[in-house]
């Protein structure tokens, strides 16, 4: 079944840095690559998706990347602030019509 | 916000005990997922359904069942709860298969 790595699992950086989190993936058939943010004691949230037919995807300081030769694909957050700090989940879907499957996560801590 | 409400929120058992946790939406969304969280793995998909009575088991279903009546229930049951099924578990609901998930607040189950 798919297999969803998901690097680093902590990240710290200063106010202001950017910071890049990798994940790979194992099914060829993927399509869907969506990234989630999850603050402390709630549930996870979409924050930006992509999909196989697009390279690139950007929302003002969030983008992804997708390199379906290699299988990855990355988040990128720009001019990091004190609210990013959560932890951040990529995924894939398996094959169409079935679930979600997600990275392990990555605790993100921006320091001002 | 999708409104998707899980009960009960905080639940502590014993082994060998029954236990049901139960998902509601109101968004009439067609998909409907049970993951679990665990530190150092992430969030694993249970099972997920694609519509009323259609279910599939997802990457760590042993120990779980489920079931959907109602296009806006899903429950998750664990027949003889164990020590290890000690987790926080999230529901999500979705419109369309690689569409955003809509995640539930979590309930927390300690199995002593």
């Known amino acids: 079944g798919e297999n969803v790595e998901q690097h680093p699992s902590t990240l710290s950086v200063q106010e202001g840095d950017s910071a890049v989190i990798k994940c790979t993936y194992s099914d060829s058939a993927s399509n869907y690559f969506p990234w989630y943010k999850q603050e402390l004691g709630k549930g996870p949230q979409l924050i930006i998706d992509i999909r196989s037919n697009v390279g690139e995807k950007k929302d003002q300081r969030i983008a992804v990347t997708l390199n379906k030769t290699a299988k990855h694909f990355s988040l990128h957050i720009t001019e990091t602030q004190p609210e990013d700090s959560a932890v951040y989940f990529c995924a894939a879907s398996i094959r169409a019509g079935t679930a979600l499957i997600f990275g392990k996560g990555t605790t993100l801590s921006v320091s001002s | 916000d999708a409104g998707i409400t899980q009960s009960p929120r905080h639940k502590v058992t014993e082994t060998g005990t029954p236990v049901t946790l139960r998902c509601h939406q109101t968004?009439?969304?067609?998909?409907m997922y049970w993951y679990r969280q665990d530190p150092g793995h992430g969030l694993r998909l249970i099972h997920y359904?694609?519509?009323?009575?259609?279910?599939d088991k997802g990457e760590v279903s042993d120990g779980y069942s489920v079931s959907r009546s109602k296009t806006e229930d899903f429950l998750l049951t664990l027949e003889s709860a164990t020590s290890s099924q000690t987790s926080v578990y999230f529901c999500?609901?979705?419109?369309?298969?690689?569409?955003?998930?809509?995640f539930g607040e979590g309930s927390r189950l300690t199995v002593l």
């Open positions: 359904s694609y519509g009323v009575k259609d279910t």
């Open positions: 968004e009439n969304h067609r998909y």
């Open positions: 999500a609901s979705s419109r369309e298969w690689d569409g955003e998930l809509f």
